[in-house]
């Protein structure tokens, strides 16, 4: 959208360093002043209503994307879909891209409730785009959206984007058609030429997502398909070895599929907690010794993880959360996305 001429705001979560991340209008950040000043203005409310410290955010977002002057947001959901605090706009276009059980705890256990809930930012006579290939998953959203009335786009199952593209792997590939039919259907005069999604979509890049740094390699994987397009990104990259990995990951997610599927793709693997994680999503590490096959060591210390993580390493792998990653950053000079 930027490439076709407009002044674009971009809105994602959760941010890896600094919270200005989130919101930025044509690739700026919100500046530290404003963001204090949104902040002191809207603070009666936030602690009026109780709100979340991301239904905060998003009010300081949108904000900040009118006073920016900002013609169209890019809007990435939350939690779910149906009760997000992003679900308060009126989208010209809404789309999901996949479904995977995440966020059980909140969602639900099983895809149906969980395609059910992102389906909920399906709207009326609004465009709403799949990207999602299981064809049963497909049914699920497709079902829900057209009960709330939108006007229903599939991306055909195996379609992938083969033009040049600026983030690497195949569900990047996957992600690009996804945008392309998002594009597509874009009202006009808003809607961007070809060339524009080209250029656009080959300058594309989002810092921790398989993000190949000299010798170090960031991804946020944390969930089952991410880390399996991980582990395809790894066999497919031309990585320098051996390949050691720092893996930290909140308690709430699939520990045992993760490592099961990424431990085989790396010469060497600790295991640590993130720094910023919070207190209430530490993993305890007990069960560690459950799994001896898979030849991992634990390091209390993340620091001191991340010291034995890099001796002797042709690549430095850092995933599992977006803390892991942020943290890891932080301590890095000139690597965290704001500088």
Known sequence: ???????????????????????????????????????????????????????????????????????????EVGLGGRLDSTNVIDPMVSCVTSVSLDHTAYLGDSLESIARE?????????????????PAVVRMLQAAAEQSGAHVHVVEAGSVYNGALGISGWPQRRNAATAQAVLGVVPEPLRPSRLAMAEGLAAAWLPGRFDRRGRWLFDVAHNASAVSA?????READLCRPIHALVGMLSDKDWETFLTTLRPEVDAMWISTPPSAPLNRRTDFSWVQQYSALDLEFEADFDEALEQAEKGAGTVL??????????????????????
Not at 324 to 339: E, I, N, Q
């Open 118 to 134: 992102k389906a909920g930012i399906a709207k009326a006579g609004r465009p709403f785009v799949i990207g999602e290939s299981d």
């Open 1 to 75: 959208m930027r490439r076709a001429g407009h002044r674009v705001g971009l809105y994602i979560s959760p941010h890896l360093v600094d919270v200005r991340e989130r919101m930025s209008v044509d690739s700026q950040p919100i500046p530290v002043d404003a963001f204090c000043s949104w902040t002191e203005h809207l603070a009666d409310a936030i602690e009026r209503t109780n709100a979340s410290f991301f239904e905060s955010t998003t009010a300081i977002a949108f904000a900040d994307f009118a006073a920016r002057g900002a013609e169209i947001a890019v809007i």
């Open 318 to 339: 850092v995933t599992g959360s977006f803390h892991t990653v942020g943290d890891v950053m932080s301590r890095l000079p000139g690597f965290a996305p704001l500088g």
């Open 230 to 234: 991980l582990a395809d990104g790894i």
